[in-house]
T-cell receptor
């Protein structure tokens, strides 16, 4: 299947700093990528839909100025957690949709574990 | 609105026995249905999907799932469980006619296969 990578896999930062997470589709082009957040032992919570060349669509309750999303190319979307605080510590997972119709599948990156001290 | 229900938080099964992880869904139109598996501290791995065609879908690692439209279910099954199948399993749905909307996930079911 298609491959989605994320970088970094793990990051520890001080409170107040910003952290950028990259999501790449390695062997296909993705006009749409999704960013999820997962708390321990819980399901995935959709944060935003990232559309190449346009503004991201954020889910209710997700601060767009806090979680900046840029989808500058068909293979790269970035999530920047600005002025991170301990409550932002979480597992962030990106996903990219490949194919259409019968070929449609959504592939996931390996996740990024963020710890804010 | 789209939704997915995974009624069991935990499923325990002995190695070699058949396993079933339940999933029911709700969409206004026709569904795209997916199963994913997540190992500790990892992202989600695609297992199988139903888009159209045969109701019985075969996927990775010997898993299969049956789409049942009348019961709005898409239960995941495997004839003989392995200890290595122990993981967190997510069912997901998307309305086929909903444009570019993302998948909606169930809350997950933790499968524990005991040797």
């Amino acid at each position: 299947g298609a491959v989605v990578s994320q970088h970094p896999s793990r990051v520890i930062c001080k409170s107040g700093t910003s952290v950028k997470i990259e999501c790449r589709s390695l062997d296909f082009q993705a006009t749409t990528m999704f960013w999820y957040r997962q708390f321990p032992k819980q399901s995935l919570m959709l944060m935003a839909t990232s559309n190449e060349g346009s503004k991201a669509t954020y889910e209710q309750g997700v601060e767009k100025d806090k979680f900046l999303i840029n989808h500058a190319s068909l293979t790269l979307s970035t999530l920047t957690v600005t002025s991170a605080h301990p409550e932002d510590s979480s597992f962030y997972i990106c996903s990219a949709r490949a194919g259409t119709g019968k070929q449609e599948t959504q592939y996931f990156g390996p996740g990024t574990r963020l710890l804010v001290l | 609105a789209q939704s997915v229900a995974q009624p069991e938080d935990q499923v325990n099964v002995a190695e070699g026995n058949p396993l079933t992880v339940k999933c029911t869904y709700s969409v206004s139109g026709n569904p795209y249905l997916f199963w994913y598996v997540q190992y500790p501290n990892r992202g989600l791995q695609f297992l199988l999907k139903y888009i159209t065609g045969d109701n019985l879908v075969k996927g990775s690692y010997g898993f299969e799932a049956e789409f049942n439209k009348s019961q709005t279910s898409f239960h995941l099954k495997k004839p003989s469980a392995l200890v290595s199948d122990s993981a967190l399993y997510f069912c997901a749905v998307r309305d086929r006619n909903s444009g570019n909307t993302p998948l909606v996930f169930g809350k997950g079911t933790r499968l524990s296969v005991i040797a």
